[in-house]
């Protein structure tokens, strides 16, 4: 494989070598390196609230049975048959105590135990031949939640989920526990895009810079309460453990005030005041910023926003969207899309939100279909060879000489944690593209294998007609 130290190095100096974004054999790289290792989300516990609810989520090529057993544990177990490889469960979503595979029949419980397995004493000798005791779906190496985000990781040894996310947590609860119940999700939308799966994550962490471009339209044609596009630049960015997002400034007023201008009635209003940190709160009462659109590294994104829904009104609401760039190839990503709102909001006003939500990043979105022309457009051509000889300028927000264009907000002036600026930059794209260098420069162990109802070192080997004791039997 061809040595790639010099285009990780490009990239730490914010220069983005251009055929990242399309090459077989970087994205072999990510498949072998990063998502190997990072925690990746695959579902929120209001999908599968009851016991046998399950959904089948991918990583990569890796289908997942996300299931809640009998117990009310929420388990991550890998949907392929113990015995000769068959995709166990087929459906997308659904409620069930038992799959049982297609091709012979084996069956296992919602939690993954092998319950049956058709003619166990005449083919395989019952449980002397093959033990059926302690036998599962092979789970995924780690699992852990956060505000009912589900995230699994292929790394058995995966830091712990909380550290992971780090001070990003104090943004996530902005989207994902604006009441003790937290949200519920619709969805997902899904639809794949001919684009490489790195452009969508960087942009949402952002991109605040592309709006008044891509999306003038949508902004002309009075979907939001600011005439001008332009009104971004007033935002801070921020970036804070291992994601980052953009926000929007608010007009003067109170906490109350600041909330009801994005279109919060004041029923959430009194919710997220007993929900939220005083720090929290300040961020939007005293400061006077509310989080719009974030990445979690990877390839997880955020979305909050507040159109009008109603044509000729003044009133706004907002959604919020969570969202998953799932990688299909170097070029192609699947898009999970979902819209979540707070559990306890009226039905009214979660059947508004959800209007915003379709309007603007849906599968139909008008944001969705600007996006998408840029991100599919820069894809095709970053395939080409004279993308290899160009570095793209990814350094907004740096002097030639590396100093900030800007400085850091103080304490004063912003009460979130993590690095927070005004205006236009792209150190939160770069933050992403850092730690997917730091990952693709770091070569993994492979991983152990497992051996399903049968003990390597007893097993006799096979070959001829009788079985030979196998090397280190005590046979
Ligand atoms: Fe599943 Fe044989 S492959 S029972
Ligand atoms: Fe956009």
């Not at 659904?94 to 069956?107: K, L, Q």
């Not at 453990?241 to 109170?254: A, D, H, I, Q, V």
Request: proline content about 5%; some cysteine.
């Amino acid at each position: 494989m061809t040595d790639h130290s010099s285009v990780l190095q490009d990239v730490r100096q914010g220069m983005i070598p251009a055929h990242i974004y399309n090459d077989k054999e970087i994205f072999e790289l990510e498949k072998e390196r990063l998502f190997s290792r990072s925690w990746l989300f695959v579902a929120h516990e209001s999908e599968v609230p009851d016991a046998g609810d399950y959904v089948v989520r991918r990583v990569l090529e890796d289908s997942f049975i996300i299931s809640r057993d009998e117990k009310g544990e929420i388990r991550a177990l890998f949907n392929m048959c113990l015995h000769r490889g068959m995709q166990v469960c087929r459906a997308e979503m659904g409620n069930a105590s038992h799959f049982r595979c297609p091709y012979h029949g084996w069956s296992y419980r919602n939690d993954g135990r092998i319950v049956g397995l058709p003619f166990h004493k005449e083919a395989f000798g019952g449980e002397e031949g093959f033990r059926k005791k302690g036998q599962t779906l092979l789970p995924a190496p780690s699992l852990a939640t956060y505000n009912g985000l589900i995230f699994i990781s292929m790394d058995p040894d995966a830091e712990p989920l909380e550290d992971f996310l780090g001070d990003f947590k104090f943004y996530l609860d902005y989207y994902t526990k604006q009441s003790a119940d937290g949200i519920e999700l619709r969805g997902p939308q899904r639809w794949r895009v001919k684009a490489n799966w790195k452009i969508g994550a960087e942009n949402f962490a952002g991109d605040m810079y592309h709006t008044p471009q891509t999306h003038t339209s949508v902004v002309e044609i009075g979907l939001f309460r600011e005439p001008k596009a332009e009104k971004r630049k007033d935002g801070t960015t921020y970036w804070a453990g291992n994601g980052g997002g953009t926000t929007y400034k608010l007009p003067e007023g109170s906490l109350e005030d600041r909330l009801r201008y994005v279109g919060y009635p004041d029923e959430m209003i009194g919710r997220m005041k007993e929900q939220w940190t005083q720090q929290q709160l300040d961020v939007v009462g005293k400061d006077g910023f509310m989080v719009s659109a974030a990445s979690l590294f990877p390839n997880m994104s955020f979305v909050h926003n507040w159109p009008r829904v109603e044509e000729g009104s003044d009133e706004v609401l907002p959604f919020i969207s969570i969202r998953m760039w799932q990688p299909i190839s170097e070029n192609e990503t699947e898009v999970l899309s979902w819209f979540a709102v707070d559990k306890n909001a009226s039905e009214e006003y979660k059947a508004l939100s959800y209007k915003a939500y379709l309007m603007c990043f849906g599968s139909g979105g008008m944001f969705e279909q600007d996006d998408v022309e840029n991100w599919v457009s820069l894809t095709n051509t970053a395939a080409g060879s004279m993308a290899r000889r160009l570095l793209l300028n990814g350094r907004m927000g740096l002097l030639e000489d590396g100093q900030n264009v800007v400085e850091p907000l103080t304490a004063e002036e912003y009460s979130g944690p993590g690095s927070t600026r005004i205006g236009y930059s792209e150190y939160n794209q770069r933050e992403l593209l850092f730690r997917w260098a730091d990952h693709l420069e770091r070569p993994v162990q492979a991983a152990a294998q497992l051996h399903v109802g049968i003990d390597p070192v007893q097993a006799g080997a096979v070959g001829g007609g009788d079985a030979a004791p196998a090397a280190g039997s005590a046979a």
